[in-house]
């Protein structure tokens, strides 16, 4: 996902954040509740990898073994359905450019990115959650729109059927590397941010189509959960993550039908400050408790807060705040959220980004704890330390001994 796409999904979430002040929000913990929390493993511990990691110049070997080393145990990243299935039929590929696909029950499909990324992230230990997103221009129920869902459910279903039966805990893929096959995917999320705004069906940049959109979501789902269930039995499936008022979203997904689809809900929070991200979390929790469905796993698959201001920006009153305010508001979080995850049967928390570049037009490229400046340099920000020594404090273990994925994630 790029920077200009994400641009447009949060011209709304500033207003959103801080009209969540004047909601009640749930006491914070004693610091000696935080202080020590048991049980917390690298697992919880998730990194969005943002586009620039992959930029060329950047050395990605020495930036995952970064992450892995700050204690991060699993790191969420895009799997372009446009780009691996960019042809409906074998006679649409150019001749030049046959050999770097193969065929998916008749459909011409490349693999060659999506397994280098995947193998980098096995050898340094990171286990993964895919998003699969983005339907190629052929599959979209109208072509011109980048964003527009795809007119097939079962068009959508078949590709993560075919993703899950190559990288699954089952799949051919770890044949050749049987090694790493610890860090197999077994949660795959579907599609991103289909709902958000400020009204249930508020504008989303990731869901260009029709409204109401539940009815075609959650036949992707049915036929993605299908496909991959087909393909590996471990495999669950993850709601594509909800933002703005993610409580009446969820609602509307379960009075749409889609109970027993999903097997764990993901939350974007992005609020003004720690306590009305877990005021977020909390109502997101309560519907799940109305629906009797508390057993279903909380995810926060995007959180953070970009550091685009230069300075004078009063303490809660956006998203946006200065490098040291995004330190501090991780700093916060994170403890915070530990210490109520059993509560809210949250599983794990992934910061949004790892690397992002900076200067920029878009506010949201300063999301990263690292920045990618126009010479191709990687400069750590204050966040960094701060994350690294959260997670140091957090997890109740060495967070440079060899992760080993529990389960749940």
């Given amino acids: 996902m790029t920077a200009r796409n994400r641009s447009a999904a949060r011209r709304s979430v500033a207003t959103i954040a801080i009209s969540l002040a004047v909601l009640v929000v749930l006491a914070a913990p004693s610091s000696s509740a935080a202080r020590r929390p048991a049980g917390v493993s690298p697992a919880f511990f998730g990194m969005n990898t943002g586009s620039a990691l992959f930029d060329p110049g950047v050395d990605v070997g020495g930036q995952l073994a970064r992450i892995r080393q700050t204690g991060t145990g699993i790191v969420r990243f895009p799997i372009y359905w446009s780009t691996a299935q960019p042809y409906r039929s074998w006679a649409d590929v ?108 508020g504008q989303t940049l990731f869901w260009d189509g029709p409204k109401p959109y539940e009815p075609r979501y959650i036949a992707m789902l049915r036929s993605a959960r299908a496909a991959a269930r087909k393909a590996d039995p471990n495999a669950r499936i993850v709601l594509g993550g909800l933002f703005g008022k993610s409580w009446d979203a969820l609602r509307r997904l379960y009075n749409f039908g889609a109970r027993g689809l999903f097997d764990a809900v993901a939350v974007h929070p992005y609020a003004n400050t720690p306590a009305h991200v877990l005021t977020i979390l909390s109502d997101v929790h309560q519907v799940l408790e109305s629906e009797h469905a508390s057993r279903v796993p909380l995810l926060v698959t995007e959180t953070g807060w970009p550091s685009s201001q230069s300075g004078s920006s009063p303490p809660g009153s956006s998203i946006y705040t200065t490098e040291a305010g995004q330190a501090s508001e991780l700093k916060a979080e994170y403890p915070l959220l530990v210490a109520h995850r059993r509560h809210l049967n949250l599983q794990a928390i992934f910061w949004y980004c790892w690397i992002g570049r900076e200067p920029s037009y878009d506010p949201l490229d300063y999301s990263g704890l690292l920045r990618l400046t126009p010479s191709g340099t990687v400069q750590a920000k204050p966040a960094l330390s701060a994350y690294t020594s959260a997670l140091r404090h957090l997890e109740h273990h060495d967070p440079g001994a060899a992760f080993q994925p529990e389960p749940g994630l």
Avoid: C
């Avoid at 007119?151 to 990288?167: M, N, S, T």
């Fill in 94 to 201: 150019p001749p030049e450019e046959r050999g770097l696909f193969t065929s998916v029950g008749g459909t011409p499909t490349s693999f060659g990115s999506i397994d280098q990324q995947i193998l980098e992230f096995a050898k340094h230990g990171l286990a993964m959650l895919p998003t699969v997103l983005q339907a190629p221009p052929w599959a979209r129920l109208q072509a011109a729109l980048v964003w527009s869902p795809p007119a097939r459910a079962q068009d959508y279903g078949d590709f993560v059927g075919a993703l899950v039966k190559r990288y699954g805990t089952h799949g051919e893929f770890w044949k050749k590397h049987a090694s790493l096959a610890l860090y197999a995917p077994r949660w795959w999320q579907i599609w991103n941010e289909e709902d958000g705004g400020p009204s249930p069906e």
